[in-house]
C-alpha cells in the first residue's frame, strides 16, 4: 500500500484556522478509527497531537481537533499561532501485512 | 520523567551491520509494546517494526522484512534492533517510539540516532 496522501504545504495568519486533509483507501483510514497525527519541528522528534481520530494527549492544546469522513481523515487547527509553525504527519493502522502507514507530511507555514 | 534514548547509530558500509539501542526510564517498559520509526534526510517517517510488550510478537515493514531483527530485554528496559545488509536507502534517523496499544498510535519517542549507511 502506498503512503497517506496529505497536501505539501499550508499555510494561515495568525488567528486563522486551517485544516490538513489525510487521504487513504478503504483498508486503512476508512476501516479503522486508528488515525493519529504527529506535530514535527524541524531537528526535534514527533509528538504525538491527535489519536484514534480525534482524541487529544494529555497537554496537547484545544486549538487541535481531528475528524474522520470515509477514507479521509483530518486535522483543525484553530487560532492559528507562530509556534505551530511545524511539519504535520497523519497516519492510520493498515492492518496486516501493511500494519502502519504515515502521510508524506505537510508543512505548516504561519504568516 | 517518560524517556527513551536511542544509541548505535553510526556510517556503515553498503552490506554492512548495525545494532541500535534505546533505553527506556521513567514507565514501567515491560508493559508497553514498542517500535521503531525512521525518517530519511528531508523525507518523511516510515514505520519500520513492532514488538509486543512481552516479545512474543513482531512486525516488520516490507522494506526491512529479512534483514532486520527487533528484539527487547524487559529486565534491562531496553530496545534493540539489529539491522543487516544495510542499503543508502537505509539511512534515516532512527526514532525508538512507545506504541499507546497494538499500533494505535505512538505517543513517546526518543531524540533518534542517525545512521548512514555510504561508502
Redesign the interface.
Known amino acids: 500500500q502506498s503512503?497517506l496522501t496529505q497536501p505539501a504545504s499550508v499555510s494561515g495568519s495568525p488567528g486563522q484556522s486551517i485544516t490538513i486533509s489525510c487521504t487513504g483507501t478503504s483498508s486503512d483510514i476508512g476501516s479503522y478509527n486508528?488515525v493519529?497525527w504527529?506535530q514535527q519541528h524541524p531537528g526535534k522528534?514527533?509528538?504525538?497531537i491527535i489519536?484514534?481520530v480525534t482524541k487529544r494527549?494529555s497537554g496537547v492544546s484545544d486549538r487541535f481537533s481531528g475528524s474522520k469522513s470515509g477514507n479521509t481523515a483530518s486535522l483543525t487547527i484553530s487560532g492559528l499561532q507562530a509556534e505551530d509553525e511545524a511539519d504535520y504527519?497523519c497516519?492510520s493502522?493498515g492492518g496486516?501485512?501493511t500494519?502502519?502507514?504515515?502521510?508524506?507530511?505537510t508543512n505548516l507555514t504561519v504568516l | 520523567e517518560v524517556q527513551l534514548v536511542e544509541s548505535g547509530g553510526g556510517l556503515v558500509q553498503p552490506g554492512g551491520s548495525l545494532r541500535l539501542s534505546c533505553a527506556a526510564s521513567g514507565f514501567t517498559f515491560s508493559s508497553y509494546e514498542m517500535n521503531w520509526v525512521r525518517q530519511a534526510p528531508g523525507k518523511g517517517l516510515e514505520w519500520v517494526s513492532y514488538i509486543s510488550s512481552s516479545g512474543s510478537t513482531i512486525y516488520y515493514a516490507d522494506s526491512v522484512k529479512g534483514r532486520v531483527t527487533m528484539s527487547r530485554d524487559n529486565a534491562k528496559d531496553s530496545l534493540y534492533l539489529q539491522m543487516n545488509s544495510l542499503r543508502a536507502e537505509d539511512t534515516a534517523v532512527y526514532y525508538c517510539v512507545r506504541d499507546r496499544w497494538l499500533l494505535s498510535a505512538f505517543d513517546i519517542w526518543g531524540q533518534g540516532t542517525l545512521v548512514t549507511v555510504s561508502s
Open positions: 503512503a486508528l493519529s504527529y522528534a514527533p509528538k504525538l489519536y484514534e494527549p504527519y497516519c493502522y496486516s501485512p500494519f502502519v502507514l504515515f502521510g508524506g507530511g
